[in-house]
């Protein structure tokens, strides 16, 4: 009976203090829950806010990009219809383009409470990590400067870059880069720091370039008859300039051929084709008055059971 009674009232007990834990708990929860009810009563406005003012910033953002691009567009049609130099034109549209983003990314800054002085205290007290950061782009920008004032080229121009061996059609030049276009359609973009301060060839500035040719003919040709047939191909080319002048010439007696020199102008665009059709040319006059191109020959001379011999290739 006793112990009985003494386990009633331990189970009594344990169903007391599971009873009295359950109410402890949902009482924090219920307290839990009024808290965050009440933080979020709190924040809610100001959560609110903040989206807006993101969408606000998202839609200034489309909006005012939208718009640089369709200003940069008609100030470069502008620029050009005044006849000024496309990369002046190009150099100074990228600036303003850069600028005009940088004033579109203040304002929408300011929709957060973002000031101008604080700004201008961020971008000075990080100065120096900023400066080591933009060396290269403040190069590259310095660079474009030079080459719109020195202009070594122009948008148009066909440049050799000695340093890397790039090459192509100069078809722009921005603030940081300058763009080529090669024969062969591939763009190439070069820093505009490079450019200023490495050795480059500008192939298309003078106007005009020289087609150096060499051509092998026999040691039994008729120099003179290969003279006039050089002469004859060039001047009957359309790409050779007609008031330049044309040289055919003995440029080097070689071990198996005497080596003939032609050299006249033409105009840069069409220095490659000309060069194409002046070797045809000049092979199929060769061929038609007999003058021989050879092939390389040499003599050998060996001894041979007490006799010397020689051998002829």
């Not at 850069?98 to 002085?117: D, K, M, N, R, W």
């Not at 933009?134 to 020195?150: R, Y």
């Amino acid at each position: 009976m006793y112990w009985s009674l003494v386990g009633k009232l331990i189970l009594a007990g344990s169903a007391s203090g599971e009873e009295s834990a359950l109410v402890e708990a949902a009482q924090e929860t219920k307290k839990n829950v009024n808290a965050f009810q009440t933080w979020l009563q709190d924040s809610l406005p100001g959560m609110i806010s903040f989206s807006i003012k993101v969408l606000v910033a998202l839609a200034v953002f489309f909006i005012g990009a939208k718009a640089i691009r369709a200003f940069v567009r008609y100030n470069q049609k502008r620029m050009d219809g005044k006849g000024l130099d496309k990369g002046v034109s190009q150099f100074l549209n990228s600036v303003l383009k850069f600028g005009l983003y940088a004033l579109l990314a203040f304002f929408i800054l300011a929709q957060f409470g973002v000031t101008a002085s604080s700004i201008a205290a961020i971008l000075a007290s990080s100065g120096l990590t900023l400066g080591l950061a933009l060396q290269g782009s403040l190069s590259n920008f310095a660079g474009g400067v030079l080459i719109l004032l020195q202009k070594p080229f122009v948008v148009g121009d066909y440049i050799v870059e000695d340093t890397h061996g790039n090459e192509g059609t100069v078809v722009h030049i921005s603030m940081i880069y300058t763009t080529l276009l090669t024969y062969d359609n591939q763009t190439v973009v070069i820093p505009n720091g490079t450019l200023a301060n490495t050795s480059l060839r500008n192939l298309t500035h003078a106007g005009k370039r020289m087609e150096d040719l060499t051509v092998g003919i026999s040691y039994g040709s008729d120099i003179k008859l290969a003279k006039v047939l050089l002469e004859k191909a060039a001047k009957k080319d359309e790409a050779v300039l007609k008031d330049e002048e044309v040289t055919a010439f003995v440029r080097e007696l070689s071990d198996s051929s005497i080596d003939m020199g032609l050299r006249c102008w033409v105009e840069p665009g069409q220095y490659v084709s000309a060069k194409w059709h002046l070797l045809e040319q000049i092979y199929q006059e060769f061929s038609k008055y007999g003058i021989e191109i050879p092939y390389p020959q040499v003599t050998v001379s060996f001894h041979q059971n007490g006799q010397d011999a020689e051998k002829e290739e």
